[in-house]
């Protein structure tokens, strides 16, 4: 006991430390802007000519570098000028400048005010549209992390301004012929200031394109490479259909497909391993009816009324050779998976990489290999690098045409990443396979669509027929794409209110299935119901996210440290 106290101790005390180092870490150093004055002069070329100084206050901590971003958004490029302090001596610096502006600079350690100045031009940063200059600027950056207790903007234009109008950014507190100068306290983190106002035309400069200019180009564009993706994918169905003096099995490919086993089948019917969690509920169903899984169910009352199944997976005591499957290895990722332990359904068919991985080892078998087409292979293999080469330009493009607003590599990146998703596509479509592996996979579609087709006619007409038919075709039915939950309980309903007691009491249940809970068939194909409805719910157990961003001229952030 007094072991146990003493080892609880020590972690409270060792947590009490780290929490003591973790607040002292984050304390160390504190800082915000005092006063950050911009000024900014257009020259006769429609440069803006920027002078930045700003004053930090450093709180707590001592500091020994900082650093200022200014991205090239809305300017043509970006020139250093100078950097300079007001009270401290600077040790070195590192520029990089062009399509955006990064400086670093270092100083002697130190506490309290420090005042730095920063010089640079922002080329072409002035707008003409419609007889009339625009400023659009984003004078104080959102990326600073850190606030700013008073901002002070002066603009100094080359001329008297005529017509002026503030669009955003707040009117100037004061105009004096051609300087405007503006005044805001208590900026926060990430704010940012950013200035637009229009007036009368003072210097031409050549209009900026918009998207809007090259609308012709753009729609132009897209009809072509619109054009070229559908001749790619219909391309690609050509190309998995047999060649056309060969279409129909021959009397050894007949031969064939009937020595497959359902795992081959289903192998083939899902070769690129997508469908996971539908393929591993059918396999899971098929193995019960061999007895390599036991399927445990429960029929649990629910909550606000009716039944539910719980199916439990485990493994047999001694795992017995089958003539159905010749070599139990491949499966061994499942069996490991289900283990010593009960697992539930529902959490095993959701791990997709399971059937992809039994998927590639059934890939290795000698007969599986006899399935793949090498020419196949290369023209898939080929469409994938063209697409990812595509999609590498498309993604370069169409970020030069976020940093620089140069309109013109906009076009090209949606054409080359509509291209790019058509290959994708293409190598989505093209299977590497032999014709007659072609043959065989459209026969056991075929026959997946019978046994469906065949089902929904005996529900219509016989329910006992359904009933057996069900019964005798669990694992097909689960492998079966168009097989959803709601459409096997509209069909379920269909044969409760058709099939009497005594037909339902006359169908013998699936030995495997046969287990506490479950009395009569109709039991039986409850449990295939909430099956399929887990199968759907792991398959739509996907999601994904997306963010954006925009503003004017200029803007950034900087830090000090």
């Given at each position: 006991m007094k072991k146990r106290i003493i080892f609880v101790s020590l972690i409270l005390i060792l947590v009490s430390v780290l929490s003591l180092n973790i607040n002292q870490v984050a304390a160390e150093q504190v800082y915000r802007i005092e006063n950050y004055l911009i000024e900014m002069e257009i020259n006769s070329d429609g440069d803006f000519i920027i002078t930045e100084e700003i004053e930090y206050n450093f709180i707590e901590g001592e500091f020994s570098t900082a650093y200022r971003e200014v991205p090239g958004r809305g300017f043509a490029e970006i020139d250093f000028i100078a950097i300079s302090s007001v009270d401290r001596q600077l040790i070195n610096y590192n520029v990089s400048d062009g399509s955006s502006l990064e400086v670093d600079w270092e100083y002697p350690e130190t506490t309290g005010l420090a005042t730095f100045r920063i010089e640079y031009a922002g080329r072409a940063g002035l707008i003409s549209s419609?007889?009339?200059?625009?400023?659009?600027?984003?004078?104080?950056?959102?990326?600073?992390?850190?606030?700013?207790?008073?901002?002070?903007?002066?603009?100094?234009?080359?001329?008297?301004?005529?017509?002026?109008?503030?669009?955003?950014?707040?009117?100037?507190?004061?105009?004096?012929?051609?300087?405007?100068?503006?005044?805001?306290?208590?900026?926060?983190?990430?704010?940012?200031?950013?200035?637009?106002?229009?007036?009368?035309?003072?210097?031409?400069?050549?209009?900026?394109?918009?998207?809007?200019?090259?609308?012709?180009?753009?729609?132009?564009?897209?009809?072509?490479?619109?054009?070229?993706?559908?001749?790619?994918?219909?391309?690609?169905?050509?190309?998995?259909?047999?060649?056309?003096?060969?279409?129909?099995?021959?009397?050894?490919?007949?031969?064939?497909?009937?020595?497959?086993?359902?795992?081959e089948k289903l192998l083939l019917y899902d070769y690129k391993g997508a469908k996971g969690p539908r393929m591993l509920a059918a396999l899971i169903f098929y193995l019960g009816k061999l007895n390599l899984i036991q399927l445990r169910v429960d029929i649990k009352d629910k909550f606000f009324g009716g039944e539910k199944a719980e199916i439990k997976l485990a493994l047999p005591e001694e795992m017995?050779?089958?003539?159905?499957?010749?070599?139990?290895?491949?499966?061994?990722?499942?069996?490991?998976?289900?283990?010593?332990?009960?697992?539930?359904?529902?959490?095993?068919?959701?791990?997709?990489?399971?059937?992809?991985?039994?998927?590639?080892?059934?890939?290795?078998?000698?007969?599986?290999?006899?399935?793949?087409?090498?020419?196949?292979?290369?023209?898939?293999?080929?469409?994938?690098?063209?697409?990812?080469?595509?999609?590498?330009?498309?993604?370069?493009?169409?970020?030069?045409?976020?940093?620089?607003?140069?309109?013109?590599?906009?076009?090209?990146?949606?054409?080359?990443?509509?291209?790019?998703?058509?290959?994708?596509?293409?190598?989505?479509?093209?299977?590497?396979?032999?014709?007659?592996?072609?043959?065989?996979?459209?026969?056991?579609?075929?026959?997946?669509?019978?046994?469906?087709?065949r089902l929904e006619e005996l529900v219509e007409t016989d329910s006992l027929a359904a009933l057996k038919l069900i019964l005798s075709n669990l694992a097909w039915l689960l492998a079966d794409d168009k097989m959803t939950g709601s459409k096997f309980k509209k069909y379920r309903k269909e044969i409760e209110k058709n099939i009497s007691d005594k037909e339902a009491e006359s169908l013998e249940v699936p030995h495997w299935l046969a287990v506490d809970g479950l009395e009569g068939a109709l039991k039986a194909i409850e449990v295939v119901e909430y099956t399929m409805i887990a199968v759907y719910a792991a398959v739509a157990s996907t999601s994904a996210s997306s963010g954006g961003a925009g503003g004017g001229a200029g803007g950034g952030g900087g830090g000090a440290g």
């Open positions: 419609d007889g009339r200059n625009i400023v659009d600027w984003q004078a104080l950056g959102t990326d600073w992390d850190v606030p700013v207790e008073n901002a002070r903007v002066i603009i100094s234009l080359p001329e008297e301004p005529d017509g002026i109008e503030f669009i955003d950014g707040g009117e100037p507190d004061s105009i004096s012929y051609a300087d405007l100068y503006f005044e805001r306290e208590n900026i926060e983190p990430g704010e940012g200031w950013r200035i637009n106002f229009s007036f009368s035309e003072q210097i031409s400069m050549p209009e900026r394109a918009s998207i809007r200019d090259y609308s012709a180009w753009l729609i132009g564009l897209l009809i072509i490479a619109l054009i070229l993706v559908i001749y790619r994918i219909v391309d690609s169905y050509k190309l998995m259909k047999p060649d056309y003096n060969n279409v129909k099995l021959l009397d050894d490919e007949i031969i064939q497909y009937n020595n497959l086993s359902f795992l017995t050779e089958t003539e159905e499957i010749d070599d139990l290895k491949v499966l061994s990722e499942l069996f490991d998976e289900i283990g010593d332990n009960e697992k539930k359904l529902e959490k095993v068919i959701t791990k997709s990489s399971l059937w992809r991985k039994i998927v590639d080892k059934y890939k290795e078998k000698a007969e599986v290999k006899a399935w793949k087409s090498n020419y196949r292979k290369s023209i898939r293999s080929t469409s994938l690098l063209i697409g990812l080469l595509l999609m590498a330009i498309s993604i370069g493009m169409f970020l030069d045409f976020v940093i620089s607003d140069r309109v013109i590599t906009f076009l090209p990146a949606v054409f080359t990443g509509i291209l790019a998703i058509g290959e994708f596509i293409r190598y989505a479509v093209i299977l590497p396979l032999t014709d007659t592996a072609i043959k065989i996979r459209e026969k056991i579609d075929n026959e997946i669509d019978e046994r469906r087709e």
